[in-house]
């Protein structure tokens, strides 16, 4: 089955520690987005890739890291700078004439 | 820039009863319209959309009119179930050429909760 899959689904973290979360997916979509999401406010766009090698900033990337060496994979660093951590990460892919976004089933990571 | 507003939640219904959870856009042009809903613990799913004005979206019971004059895409559904239960998000997305969107702006989410 097609789809996206994000692992690890729950991650705890010492302060101070880079944390990597893994995104993969088989549907061919050119773009791949990372989002974060707080009780409240919504979803909010962390990074997003639009094709290979290349990648933008969204509305929130201080604090976080991607790369995009292969059309399958986004994974995303939450990096020691990130002053609040601790949330919902969400990673999507479209194929960009449709507008929608399929969504991975989330990755939630705690600082302790 | 674009932004999108909905009602605030939680929301808490009956089984069978009416819901309606509100959604206003701010955007320039024409954008795309979305509903996504989110179950407990898990991603988000595309659960109806519109990309013109007075076009209609549904699912699964759900349904939500593009009203330009008024900027806004309301979601409904008749008679609310249980398994109803869950978040519920609107956003909008702008056509930018061709096939190609740019990213999508989301709302707060709405909490939706269905008691028996």
């Known amino acids: 089955d097609g789809g996206i899959t994000q692992s690890p689904k729950y991650l705890f973290r010492k302060e101070g520690q880079n944390v990597t979360l893994s995104c993969e997916q088989n549907?061919?979509?050119?773009?791949m987005y990372w989002y974060r999401q707080d009780p409240g406010q919504g979803l909010r766009l962390i990074y997003y890739?639009?094709?290979?090698?290349?990648?933008q900033k969204g509305d929130i990337a201080e604090g976080y890291s991607v790369s995009r060496e292969k059309k399958e994979s986004f994974p995303l660093t939450v990096t020691s700078a990130q002053k609040n951590p601790t949330a919902f990460y969400l990673c999507?892919?479209?194929?960009?004439?449709?507008?929608?976004?399929?969504f991975g089933e989330g990755s939630r990571l705690t600082v302790l | 820039g674009n932004s999108v507003t909905q009602m605030e939640g939680p929301v808490t219904l009956s089984e069978e009863a009416f819901l309606t959870i509100n959604c206003t856009y701010t955007?320039?042009?024409?954008?795309?319209l979305f509903w996504y809903v989110q179950y407990p613990g898990e991603g988000l799913q595309l659960l109806l959309k519109?990309?013109?004005?007075?076009d209609k979206g549904s699912n699964k019971g759900f349904e939500a009119t593009y009203r330009k004059e008024t900027t806004s895409f309301h979601l409904e559904k008749g008679s609310v179930q249980v398994s109803d239960s869950a978040v519920y998000f609107c956003?909008?997305?702008?056509?930018?050429?061709?096939?190609?969107?740019?990213?999508?702006?989301f709302g707060q989410g709405t909490i939706l909760t269905v008691h028996p």
């Open positions: 999507a892919s479209t194929l960009g004439g449709q507008g929608e976004l399929f």
């Open positions: 956003a909008l997305t702008h056509k930018l050429g061709g096939t190609s969107y740019g990213k999508l702006t």
């Open positions: 890739s639009q094709i290979v090698n290349d990648f």
């Open positions: 549907l061919n979509h050119d773009a």
């Open positions: 955007a320039t042009g024409y954008p795309s």
């Open positions: 519109a990309t013109k004005a007075d």
